[in-house]
């Protein structure tokens, strides 16, 4: 079954709440739970889900999301990211900065 289009936006939200959680090189319990709780919500495939997540706590390459995909709704985007960021009680200078580049990236129409 191909995924709807909706599907394939909240599985690229996820990879990108990934890179948000890991960009402090710290995934915690309580951003753990939000990925988890958020994927199985908006219908990411589980097996999917869970391969991002193995691939995160081996310590992979995580996959770049679509950004074609997240420009369809960036401000859908950027509310899933500060959430996720203030979701352990406190937002990381890194998770700031990745945050303000992909607002910066889903405002550039030409990237």
């Known amino acids: ?19 948000v ?10 951003e753990h739970l939000v990925i ?3 994927g199985r919500s908006w219908n990411v495939p589980e097996l999917e889900l869970q391969e991002l997540l193995k691939t995160l ?3 992979g390459a995580l996959p770049e999301p679509d950004l074609a995909v997240l420009r369809t709704r960036p401000d859908d985007v950027l ?13 990381a200078d890194a998770e700031k900065e990745l945050i303000a580049r992909v607002q910066a990236r889903l405002n550039d ?3």
């Open 57 to 59: 706590k081996a310590g």
């Open 36 to 38: 988890f709780g958020l």
């Open 109 to 111: 129409s030409q990237a």
């Open 1 to 19: 079954m191909t995924p709807s289009a909706e599907d394939r936006f909240n599985t690229e939200v996820i990879k990108l709440l990934l890179q």
């Open 79 to 91: 509310e899933a990211a500060r959430a996720l960021a203030v979701s352990d009680g406190r937002v």
């Open 21 to 30: 959680a890991w960009s402090d090189r710290s995934l915690t319990h309580a």
